[in-house]
């Protein structure tokens, strides 16, 4: 484990009080970075602010927080498609193995190497899974790396290959995830950027598609995984940041996350004696954070 960075906002957990340091690494370049990111949608939707972000060349960053804390949002801002949702970066930067990212426009971005699966498994549903690959095969950089992509999804995916001319609209939502990460892959990306893979998906199924990002990510392709399911996140990341209201919370390596009270009260459901105790802390920390509410996370 390369990382060297603690960082929390809320008082009264072991961790760290967040620093100017937030994110950053030793001795290696990050491959992505964002710095002071801020978000709106339209004129009042304030989505993110100030979030800092790094993600080394070789790691997997989980992005955890609860219904419309702007986790899709900074995937957006980073794989280029804000403008599609209405949505624009008001401050910061975005840079990627030291290039500016931030004003690309989408199929630029992937063609740095930034892929994104956005939520809700969208796969061409009317296309076989061979259609739905080769579509992905599109962005890739020469024709080489088009067919070791292909035998790489082959070997991360043997589903699909048996599956090769069957519509994608007849996959189980488990396997039309896989195809939305295989399709993504065939553009051999560096950084892979995956919006709640595991949604709606049997735990079994949950399994296997965590198992299968750390194998991605072995194979040495950055991951960044936006999750609510904290458990699984936590286990496939080596770094994890909480997102709260736009705003980063919590970061740290993910098992020091993992470990932490916050982060085992308001998303594992741990530790706490009992639920009355666990409420009264909640009050507390309520009362402590101001207008940040953490409660809508617990459960
Ligand atoms: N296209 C849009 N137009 C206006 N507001 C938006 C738009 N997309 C998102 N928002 C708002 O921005 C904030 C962040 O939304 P975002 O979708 O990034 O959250 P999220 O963490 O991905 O939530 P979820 O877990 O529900 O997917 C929310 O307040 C949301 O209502
Ligand atoms: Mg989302």
Same mark, same amino acid.
């Given at each position: 484990m390369r990382h060297t960075m603690v960082g929390v906002r809320s008082a009264g957990t072991e961790l760290e009080a967040k620093g100017p340091d937030l994110g950053r690494t030793t001795g290696y370049a %990050?491959? &992505?970075?964002?710095?002071?990111? /801020? #978000?709106?949608?339209?004129? /009042?939707?304030?989505?993110?602010?100030?979030?800092?972000?790094?993600?080394?060349?070789?790691?997997?960053?989980?992005?955890?927080?609860?219904?419309?804390?702007?986790?899709?949002?900074? &995937?957006?801002? #980073? /794989?280029g498609t804000l403008k599609l949702h209405r949505g624009a970066i008001t401050a910061g930067e975005i840079s990627f193995d030291g290039e500016r990212l931030d004003r690309l426009d989408p199929a630029v971005v992937v063609r740095h190497g930034v892929v994104a699966v956005p939520e809700g498994r969208q796969v061409f549903a009317r296309m076989s899974v061979e259609e739905n690959l080769r579509a992905g095969g599109l962005g890739a950089r020469s024709a080489a790396s088009r067919t070791s992509s292909r035998d790489r999804v082959r070997e991360l995916f043997p589903v699909l290959a048996e599956r090769a001319g069957q519509r994608a609209g007849l996959l189980s939502g488990g396997e039309q995830q896989m195809l939305a990460i295989g399709r993504a892959l065939m553009s051999d990306p560096r950084l892979l950027l995956l919006d709640e893979p595991s949604l709606g998906l049997a735990p079994q199924m949950v399994g296997?598609? %965590?198992? +299968?990002?750390?194998? +991605?990510?072995? *194979?040495?392709?950055?991951?960044?995984?936006?999750?609510?399911?904290?458990?699984?996140? &936590? *286990?496939? %990341?080596?770094? %994890?940041?909480?997102?709260?209201?736009?705003? +980063?919370?919590?970061?740290?390596?993910?098992?020091? &996350?993992?470990? /932490?009270?916050?982060?085992?009260r308001l998303y594992l459901g741990g530790h706490a004696e009992s639920q009355a105790q666990a409420d009264a802390e909640e009050a507390q920390a309520r009362a402590h954070r101001g207008r940040r509410t953490l409660s809508r996370w617990a459960g």
């Open positions: %990050a491959v &992505l970075s964002v710095r002071g990111l /801020s #978000v709106r949608y339209g004129r /009042s939707v304030r989505a993110l602010e100030d979030v800092d972000v790094e993600v080394p060349e070789d790691g997997v960053l989980a992005v955890l927080g609860g219904n419309g804390a702007g986790k899709s949002t900074l &995937l957006r801002a #980073v /794989s296997r598609i %965590a198992r +299968i990002i750390r194998e +991605i990510h072995d *194979q040495g392709t950055a991951v960044v995984l936006v999750e609510q399911n904290a458990t699984m996140a &936590l *286990q496939v %990341a080596d770094h %994890a940041v909480v997102l709260e209201v736009g705003r +980063i919370a919590l970061s740290g390596p993910a098992v020091e &996350l993992a470990a /932490s009270d916050d982060v085992q």
